[in-house]
């Protein structure tokens, strides 16, 4: 009896451990990064060639990355404080908004040589393409009074600032809805959202915010037509309708979010905030869910989703003990 006893209960125990839920996220591996410090901004990706692109801000370079070996194909230098990263994938050219600088960056070959520098004003910082219309969206200016913030609009073949549209303060996040054709931007000061019509180039609405305010990152959910915003003030995920800017819903978060993704195969959402966490959300039926949350490291405050993957990467900024890294984790 004893000895059925201890094989039920092994049994058992055995049993319950397989039934228990994967965690939110996985570390799947580090990559290195010892020619680079102080911390990073967005990133972007080229599926094509499997590379990683990293705005090291602190380092005043673009990384280049090669994600299956963690090898750093190129570093990009000549840059002030690197911001918005976009991969252009139709004529293989990376855009790189420096905030320093006040300008717009483009690189294309192999290895990237810079081809265009375009005029932009004080902090250019988050895009987003339009893989339709070829136009890149890159927020700019709001940081000092005498650069009010505006949103750009380039043209990406020829190369040239096509529209400036004025916003009530410097542009933070922003996300496109490609069937409904609209850009959405995060003005953060002004706690608004403002909604771009990506057909007209005309600012059609400004939301207000009532729960929370200091909207820095945001994501849009496509099949219910829902925008995710990371707000600072005070710590929240907050589910907005994306017809009409209503609030549907909201979480507690992690103090200091910096980026937001949204993977639409999974219903689950990631925000990355600098205090050292990245916060796993659930979405269904209008209602968020927190899942869980992985520590990172104070400071490593963006990254990027890659859901053909299956992996979030999240950049770590140097400190004395470690130098700086991408730390890749594996999604479901």
């Not at 959910?221 to 995710?228: A, R």
């Not at 990245?278 to 104070?298: C, F």
């Not at 140097?318 to 890749?328: E, F, I, K, T």
């Amino acid at each position: 009896m004893h000895r059925r006893f201890v094989a039920l209960f092994l049994l058992v125990a055995a049993s319950t451990a397989v039934a228990q839920p994967a965690g939110p996220l996985t570390v799947l591996k580090t990559i290195p990064l010892p020619g680079v410090s102080g911390k990073f901004d967005h990133f972007a990706y080229d599926g094509s060639a499997n590379r990683l692109f990293a705005a090291a801000t602190g380092n005043h370079t673009v990384e280049v990355i090669d994600v299956p070996s963690g090898k750093v194909l190129q570093q990009i230098d000549g840059l002030g404080k690197p911001h918005g990263l976009a991969w252009v994938a139709e004529n293989g050219r990376l855009f790189v908004a420096d905030g320093t600088l006040a300008a717009l960056k483009v690189y294309e070959g192999t290895p990237f040589k810079l081809i265009a520098t375009l005029p932009l004003s004080d902090d250019a910082d988050d895009m987003v393409y339009d893989g339709i219309t070829k136009l890149l969206y890159v927020g700019h200016g709001g940081s000092a009074a005498a650069a009010p913030g505006r949103v750009a609009i380039v043209d990406t073949v020829r190369l040239v600032v096509i529209d400036n549209l004025p916003m009530e303060a410097h542009p933070e996040a922003l996300e496109i809805d490609p069937v409904g054709h609209r850009i959405f931007v995060n003005v953060a000061d002004a706690a608004k959202v403002a909604v771009i019509d990506g057909a007209t180039h005309a600012v059609i609405a400004r939301w207000p915010l009532d729960r929370a305010k200091d909207n820095v990152p945001l994501a849009f959910v496509p099949e219910t037509h829902e925008l995710l915003l990371g707000c600072r003030t005070p710590a929240t995920a907050l589910l907005l309708n994306a017809n009409d800017g209503s609030e549907i819903d909201s979480k507690p978060s992690s103090a200091g979010a910096d980026d937001l993704f949204y993977d639409a195969a999974t219903h689950r959402a990631y925000v990355i905030a600098g205090s050292g966490a990245v916060d796993v959300l659930e979405l269904s039926a209008g209602k968020l869910k927190s899942i869980g949350k992985v520590e990172t490291a104070p400071g490593a405050k963006t990254g990027l989703l890659v859901p053909a993957l299956h992996e979030l990467f999240v950049g770590m900024p140097s400190v004395a003990s470690r130098p700086s890294q991408v730390r890749v984790f594996r999604t479901p």
